[in-house]
């Protein structure tokens, strides 16, 4: 019992969470500017989804957001610039813990003010970011991270550090879970559907104009062979996800494969913020341990490389 108390009260995954952080802050900050001159259009009053049909939609659902106080045109100016200074200060970590919950609660406004423009991508920041609320997100990368430094003796002596720590480990839990839930149902859904058990379902997704990467996904959609390896092995790869983590070896293969096969998916079908979200949540799927090992490993590599590589008095002067 004592060793399972010491486990819980110790916080793990820390430098996956800070990560984590800094990938979905980077991906809001890109979601705000990108729409910056279109932002009347989008969550304005008159914009493609008008204030009568959005509060009608929201009492039915039973959903708060900021936009039920107000819905002029100069709130909408002030939620969506303090929503880019927030999504900032959250991505360097200052304040974490504060501005993570501002981040949030704009994002959440911003999501349901026109919930036909969202994707899956805003729907797992949706659903990951409430669980980061209770995490300790600013512990490396962050602003706080070196304000921490001075003060971590005291914090580790306070009476709330343990509770705080178990919180923390229960959020980054959730978070994981959440990512394998994710992975495991959609590969099972895939493979109830008849398209994607005759090799058949990239082939189609490619051809919708709106996921096409001009082209490149020509050539693939024409090899009848790679659409065949494409499609079965994705679904081969998300059932098998989970239980790849299992093992310390196959678990970076799994985590390194996610990521490439996210990065496929944003280039090939033109889903690269969605790819981006899935990308940032994997770091959190390696210890701190994990981390410190392939910091050496690409030390060692480095290192070698300037080893062998020949010294430029030796060059000018060889003996």
């Known amino acids: 019992m004592k060793r399972v108390e010491e486990f819980l009260t110790t916080p793990h995954l820390l430098i996956g969470t800070s990560l984590l952080r800094v990938g979905f802050g980077l991906g809001l900050l890109y979601l705000y500017l990108y729409h910056m001159s279109e932002r009347h259009l989008l969550w304005g009053s008159f914009g493609l989804w008008p204030t009568g049909p959005f509060l009608e939609g929201a009492n039915v659902r039973g959903v708060y957001t900021l ?24 991505t360097i970590g200052y304040r974490t813990r504060l501005f993570s919950i501002i981040t949030f609660v704009i994002f959440w406004s911003f999501y349901f003010r026109n919930p036909f423009i969202t994707n899956g991508g805003e729907n797992i920041l949706r659903l990951e970011m409430f669980y980061l609320l209770f995490a300790n997100a600013g512990a490396y990368f962050s602003v706080d991270h070196s304000r921490k430094k001075q003060r971590r003796r005291l914090a580790k002596a306070h009476r709330l550090f343990p509770y705080q720590a ?3 480990n229960f959020a980054v839990a959730a978070i994981a879970l959440q990512l394998l839930f994710m992975y495991f149902t959609a590969g099972m859904y895939k493979v ?21 990467w001009p082209g490149i996904s020509e050539i693939v959609w024409s090899s009848e062979g790679l659409i065949l390896f494409l499609t079965y092995s994705s679904v081969l ?29 944003g280039l090939l079908m033109n889903l690269m913020l969605f790819s981006w979200y899935m990308i940032s949540c994997e770091f959190i799927l390696l210890t701190d341990r994990d981390y410190r090992r392939i910091r050496e490993w690409l030390r060692r590599i480095t290192h070698k490389k300037k080893k062998t590589a020949p010294d430029q008095d030796d060059v000018l002067h060889p003996s």
């Open 166 to 168: 178990a919180l923390h």
């Open 67 to 90: 936009f039920q106080w107000f819905d002029s045109p100069w709130f909408l100016e002030g939620v969506y610039f303090g929503g880019i200074l927030a999504t900032l200060l959250f």
């Open 237 to 265: 790869f998300q059932i098998a996800f989970p239980f790849l983590l299992l093992n310390r070896y196959t678990k970076y293969f799994a985590v390194f494969g996610a990521m490439f096969f996210h990065l496929g998916v």
């Open 192 to 212: 109830m559907g008849s398209m994607w058990q005759n090799g058949t379902a990239v082939y189609y997704a490619m051809r919708v104009q709106d996921y096409v």
